[in-house]
């Protein structure tokens, strides 16, 4: 399983830049409100990530979407605003009885992928694709850490590639 071999929830602050570089960041975090029990503590792992590294509290845009699927569309109008160093899409899609548990990631996950390579700020794709609620459960804070934190370090990794 791949969560078990790579968890970032437990990452090597010294690989990050300092607090001085961070103070004048700012990053925006699109969050799904539905499965809202798992996504809201992804973007509470997020948000005490960012703000322990040295990002300012006011520095943070918290948006939130009815549903996975919005995270694009939102995503594309912060990108359009330019004033992120970065954007985080946090979902949660558990598989049920049809297909559209595959129609929804797919669609996410080719959504992003665009925004990705048409823009200069990065969109960090923190969207939990499970096939129950306990495998969600245990990413958002479980025994496989918080999945939110790991795309906190990501846009912070991100946002300073260049």
């Excluded at 790579?6 to 969050?31: C, F, K, R, T, W």
């Excluded at 590294?53 to 006011?58: D, F, L, S």
């Excluded at 954007?87 to 996410?108: A, K, L, R, S």
């Excluded at 200069?120 to 923190?126: A, E």
Aim: net charge negative; charged share 20%.
């Amino acid at each position: 399983m791949s969560s078990e071999l790579h968890n970032l929830s437990d990452y090597d602050a010294d690989s990050l830049p300092g607090e001085d570089d961070l103070m004048q960041e700012s990053y925006a975090i699109v969050v799904a409100d539905w499965n809202s029990k798992i996504t809201y503590a992804l973007a509470e792992g997020a948000i005490k990530t960012l703000e322990k590294h040295g990002v300012y509290p006011e520095n943070i845009r918290v948006v939130h979407v009815p549903g996975t699927f919005e995270l694009t569309y939102a995503a594309a109008k912060l990108q359009k605003m330019h004033s992120f160093d970065a954007i985080m899409v946090i979902g949660c899609v558990i598989q049920g009885e049809t297909p559209h548990f595959n129609y929804i990631c797919e669609g996410v996950a080719n959504g992003i992928t665009h925004l990705n390579a048409d823009s200069n700020t990065p969109v960090i794709f923190s969207v939990l694709t499970t096939l129950n609620q306990q495998q969600a459960e245990d990413r958002a804070g479980g025994k496989l850490g918080n999945k939110g934190i790991e795309g906190a370090i990501t846009a912070i990794k991100m946002a300073n590639i260049f």
